[in-house]
């Protein structure tokens, strides 16, 4: 069986809603489109693309996956990431999609989502999840999720998305890494470990 790993770019109050640039994604009115871009260096996308360069599936959610079709099939091929993306086998997770869809290598998954990803996980070695919040947030539900890749910036933001929404399951997780930037972001690894333990601080009487 596979491994699920979900990457997200996280401000310290928890948004993690477009990040690329201003225009992005306007959903719900959102105004902070572009907040990642003046905290990214040369070192932190070499990270990034270090982590994501083991994947052999990438798994997104209809808003992410629209955005990222939109973009990457006319990137520049200088740009690591263009090669990366389109050449891995794509998985969408959606109900109001319908197929074929446009990006070559796009599968829309049908049916049952935890069969459906169970199978992908069975077909891959490593599926990655990139954005795609509403699914995450039902990933999490079915504990298809093994690891959090956690970029966390230096920014309140106030409103947008968050990652860990309202209805998230209570799960455990066990650090496995950690770097720091200069300018303040933290890259956090997790797996998750199961449900949480429950202990008493109190003073014993």
């Known amino acids: 069986m596979g491994k699920l790993i979900v990457t997200e770019f996280v401000t310290l109050d928890g948004v993690a809603q477009a990040p690329g640039g201003p225009d992005e994604d306007r959903d719900s009115g959102f105004t902070h489109g572009g907040w990642q871009a003046p905290l990214v ?3 932190s996308g ?9 994947m052999d599936a990438l798994l997104l959610g209809r808003r992410t ?24 086998a794509k998985y969408v997770a959606s109900r109001t999609l319908a197929g074929p869809l446009d990006w070559q290598g796009s599968t829309l998954l049908t049916g049952d989502l935890a069969e459906s990803i169970t199978t ?6 490593k599926v990655h ?14 504990g298809l999720v093994d690891r959090l890749n956690l970029w966390l910036y230096p920014l309140l933001l106030g409103s947008g998305k968050r990652v860990f929404a309202e209805g998230t ?5 066990r650090l496995t890494e950690s770097v720091t ?25």
């Open 120 to 125: 992908v996980k069975e077909r891959h070695d």
């Open 129 to 142: 999840v990139i954005g795609s919040l509403d699914l995450v947030q039902s990933l999490l539900r079915l």
């Open 65 to 88: 996956y629209e955005i990222f079709a939109r973009y990457w099939p006319t990137a520049p091929e200088d740009m690591p990431f263009t090669g990366l993306l389109n050449g891995v």
């Open 41 to 43: 260096d040369e070192e």
């Open 181 to 205: 930037a200069p300018n303040g972001t933290l890259q956090l690894t997790y797996e998750t470990t199961g449900a949480p333990t429950y202990g008493n601080l109190g003073a014993e009487a």
């Open 169 to 173: 399951v209570p799960t455990a997780l």
């Open 46 to 54: 070499r990270v990034m693309f270090e982590q994501a360069r083991s």
